[in-house]
């Protein structure tokens, strides 16, 4: 019996304020000002489809860093970083995934999530489908408040998980509602009635039927219908037209993180398995070219992610500065200054020789002594034993750590200043001075409990190449766990 | 422990250029202004020089790589020169070379010259270093007040300072180094300033402000050094004599292995220790006369004065605020500005500190001039608090 065994999900932490921005741009674009509700997630400017995409599989793994299990990987993106390596590589390192896997860039269409995930189902053995979307869409459109930035993964499994596979429906049909050239930077749109009466409601209710027929199953048996339009009332539209009850239309999230393209239909399946109860039923579909469904029984087993949709969407901070969104998003020529001149680029042979280190956050541990250290080094650091070759792989990225030295830097050139950086100490043992992100001034003090995140590190702008690795950021559950703890005490004295 | 060179090798004169926005001259006008100055106070002739070590940290924008820059400025007599570089301790690098080739018997009288011209870069603050193909992978985009400024975090959670306690003690180390500056003609920055304004200046990595940096500068220091002997040959009395040189590197001790709490400098307690027992001191807080220490940034200072022994651990903050190494206090530190005041051309610090040592030992200082020291103490840091190289260098009256 295939199905999902587990899921995850990401959601960026700053949410831009949608008033913030019509307000901005009332004076060119006053029509948009009725778009001007709730909230979109944004990526912070050290986030792209690709690091999304890795948060995501981490909820969806676990905390235990033993990932042999995995035997294949699907990242799904349109807005992956590169276009001639494949993403899906990088995904594996940084999760450290083993050698031996397939894996492969499922890509070209905004039902390209769903496609990864029907082949993943379909192909059977221990898969992990990764999908993350970072939409990028001009100033003043009203594509830029629609959209959202976000993730989500699955662990596919043969054995009996969180959610019985049922069937899939695809059609495939050369509807061109929207593209974007191969070096184009936006989507170029046709008319929204032609796209919703030719196109969505004429080539996604063949493929739910599809999938419902394969699965047996009638479409008033379907408890969560997850159907991702930016287009308002589509998804009771389409459930109409099939004959789903208006009930089972789920919320597409619009009003608190927008439409994260290929991964928003995966964000509305992993938030209806964190909601359904055992033996209900999900659809999930997914508009593009034609149209992708998949049909899934919630068994009410398997493994929760520890944030998942909703985790995601309850760590945010709002974002009120338009400009600051612009400006993460390459659309602002702004004065840098000559701290920014360095080039950086990148010694492709430093970074393969280095990579489990770079991109997996693997350090060392001496056999003989136990040592933990950062990176893993011929001859041990310990002083009192430098034992030569004894330095075992040692996975840092789920150790929980705190801080031991920090300073918020206005000096040094970054995208979101002032740059916080620090001594990380880790449980366990092993320290690393890094980024610290997704914080501001006085969010950072020695002590305060810290997680790894996989991040852009620099990009090289010269030669169009994206550098990653893993920095640290406030671990919050830790934190209110902590405050929950000395409250408790408190009370108690 | 090796025996040592204490009293083995004496300075036979010392130069220094104007610090400073030094917009007039290059790198080599800089060096001839340092040389010409110690060879007028050396009293001999280039042609009795055996050989020369040169300093200088960031060659892309100063005077390059290798020897030659230093022997074509100064027209050497075709000597062996040899560049040094040890980040912000490469001056005193320059100076233990040519000591120890004069103690090693290798040669008999050996210039050091180091500089650095920063103001050729367009920009405040340092340049952005090189840092290889690895490191810009995996260490953060920072610079060397966020380094620094690390220090103070670690600080304040080790001894329980408060945050405004540490901000007024670190004022106080750039209000007081300020106040000796200003009696300089060759240092950078010559205004006294307030504890009010350095605190309340514009942060540039917190909790350090402007005025917790150092000058940005250009310029040079030269030292020339022989026997003992040779310098009482050379009609010389009353000498200054090198008692101590002491290096220590990190070896990733503190950045990779748990042991380090991040408030001190482990390299510093180790040069410190050696050089006191080199220099036969065993009671530095008593003994030391005065310090140039390496004040980068005012909280480098602050946990220097701990790390060198003179202040109990977790005390300095107290000395400070006492004005212990204030011009009048129990052992005055940045007599001449330090490199807060009297700026930091990175090659050129060490020699920096020593000329002011040498100066104040000899009785020269003019309105600085300390009453009677007998053993000063300079120290530099290069890098960064995780990964660092430090030194410690002591000279004194011949015998003392």
């Not at chain 2, 050996?110 to 050729?120: R, Y």
């Not at chain 2, 400070?320 to 190494?325: Q, T």
Request: proline share 4%; with cysteine; aromatic share 8%.
């Amino acid at each position: 019996m295939v199905g999902i065994a587990a899921w995850g999900a990401y959601a960026p932490r700053l949410r831009l304020s949608r008033k913030a921005v019509t307000e901005a741009n009332a004076w060119v674009a006053p029509n948009l000002k009725a778009k001007g509700k709730g909230e979109r997630s944004m990526a912070n400017w050290d986030e792209d489809a690709l690091t999304m995409a890795v948060e995501a599989a981490r909820d969806a793994l676990g905390s235990d860093d033993d990932r042999s299990h995995i035997d294949s990987l699907y990242f799904a993106s349109t807005t992956a970083p590169f276009a001639d390596r494949l993403n899906a590589g990088v995904v594996s390192a940084a999760l450290t995934l083993e050698k031996s896997i397939t894996a492969s860039d499922v890509t070209g269409s905004q039902r390209c999530g769903l496609t990864a995930l029907g082949q993943a189902l379909a192909a059977g053995g221990t898969a992990l489908v990764a999908v993350g979307e970072h939409r990028k869409a001009r100033a003043v459109s009203a594509q830029e408040l629609d959209f959202g930035d976000g993730a989500a993964a699955f662990v596919i499994s043969d054995g009996p998980g969180a959610a019985e596979f049922l069937g899939r429906g695809s059609v495939t049909d050369d509807f061109v509602d929207h593209f974007r050239g191969d070096d184009g930077g936006f989507d170029y749109y046709w008319e929204e009635r032609w796209i919703r009466d030719e196109g969505i409601v004429k080539l996604v209710p063949p493929a739910v039927r599809k999938a419902l027929e394969v699965s047996g199953l009638s479409a008033s048996d379907i408890d969560h219908f997850c159907f991702p339009s930016t287009f308002a009332g589509m998804a009771a539209t389409v459930a109409k037209s099939v004959g789903i009850k208006p009930e089972a239309v789920r919320d597409n999230l619009a009003a608190v993180m927008g439409e994260a393209g290929c991964a928003h239909g995966p964000i509305m399946l992993a938030h209806a398995l964190e909601q359904a109860k055992a033996g209900e039923v999900i659809l999930v579909a997914q508009f593009g070219q034609g149209a992708e469904a998949l049909v899934f029984r919630a068994t009410g087993e398997g493994t929760r992610p520890a944030r998942g949709v909703t985790g995601s969407l309850a760590d945010r901070e709002v974002e009120t500065n338009y400009l600051k969104f612009l400006t993460f998003n390459g659309l602002v020529d702004w004065e840098k200054g000559m701290r920014a001149e360095k080039d950086n680029k990148t010694a492709l042979t430093t970074l393969y020789r280095n990579k489990d280190m770079i991109l997996g956050l693997v350090g060392g541990r001496c056999r003989e002594t136990g040592v933990i250290q950062f990176p893993r080094t011929r001859i041990s650091v310990a002083p009192n034993n430098p034992a030569v070759d004894t330095q075992e792989p040692y996975k840092f990225a789920e150790r929980r750590a705190s801080i031991l030295s920090y300073s918020a830097d206005y000096l040094t050139f970054s995208m979101a200043p002032p740059n916080h950086y620090g001594m990380v100490v880790f449980d366990g043992g092993g320290r690393i001075m890094m980024d610290i992100t997704d914080v501001s001034p006085g969010d950072v003090e020695t002590g305060l409990p810290v997680r790894m995140v996989f991040r852009i590190k620099e990009v090289d702008e010269k030669r169009g190449f994206v550098r990653y690795f893993w920095k640290a950021t406030p671990d919050r559950a830790a934190i209110a766990a902590q405050s929950a703890q000395s409250t408790k005490i408190q009370a108690a004295e | 422990m090796p025996q040592g060179i204490r009293d083995k090798v004496a300075i036979l004169g010392m130069g220094c250029s104007k610090f400073g926005e030094r917009w007039d001259a290059g790198p080599d006008d800089l060096m001839v202004e340092a040389y010409l100055e110690a060879m007028q106070d050396a009293g001999i002739e280039p042609t009795q020089l055996d050989a020369a070590w040169f300093s200088t940290h960031i060659d892309e924008i100063g005077s390059g790589k290798g020897g030659t820059p230093l022997s074509i400025a100064l027209r050497l007599p075709n000597i062996a020169v040899t560049r040094v570089e040890n980040f912000c301790a490469s001056g005193s690098e320059a100076f233990r070379g040519a000591v120890y080739a004069v103690a090693a018997g290798a040669a008999d009288i050996a210039l050091a010259v180091g500089v650095e011209k920063l103001k050729d870069t367009g920009y405040g603050g340092l340049p952005v270093a090189n840092p290889g193909t690895l490191s810009p992978q995996v260490m953060p985009n920072g610079s060397a007040p966020g380094n620094f400024a690390q220090l103070a975090s670690a600080y304040r959670a080790k001894h329980g300072v408060s945050k405004e306690d540490l901000k007024r003690a670190i004022a106080h180390v750039s209000v007081k180094s300020h106040a000796n500056g200003a009696k300089n003609p060759k240092a950078h920055l010559r205004k006294p300033i307030t504890e009010e304004q350095a605190l309340n200046a514009p942060l540039i990595a917190e909790p350090l402000g402007l005025f917790d940096c150092c000058g940005v500068s250009d310029g040079a220091a030269a030292a020339i050094v022989t026997t003992p002997e040779i310098a009482r040959a050379l009609g010389k009395h009353d000498l200054v004599t090198v008692k101590a040189l002491q290096l220590s590197v990190s070896n990733g001790y503190e950045s990779q292995y748990n042991g380090w709490d991040g408030s001190h400098f482990h390299t510093a307690r180790i040069a410190a220790g050696k050089a006191y027992r080199e220099a036969g001191i065993e009671r530095p807080r008593e003994q030391i006369s005065m310090m140039e220490v390496h004040d980068c940034f005012s909280v480098t200072e602050l946990v220097t004065m701990e790390d060198l022994f003179i202040s109990p651990e977790g005390q300095g903050w107290r000395d400070v605020l006492d004005g212990f190494y204030d011009a009048d206090g129990g052992v005055p530190c940045q007599i001449d500005g330090g490199l807060k005041c009297f700026g930091h051309p990175i090659g050129a610090s060490g020699l920096r500190m020593l000329y002011e040592m040498y100066l104040q030992l000899q009785g020269r200082a003019g309105e600085r001039q300390l009453t009677n020291p007998v053993f000063g103490m300079t120290h530099n840091l290069g890098g960064a608090p995780a990964s660092n190289v430090c030194s410690v260098a002591i000279i004194g009256q011949e015998g003392a």
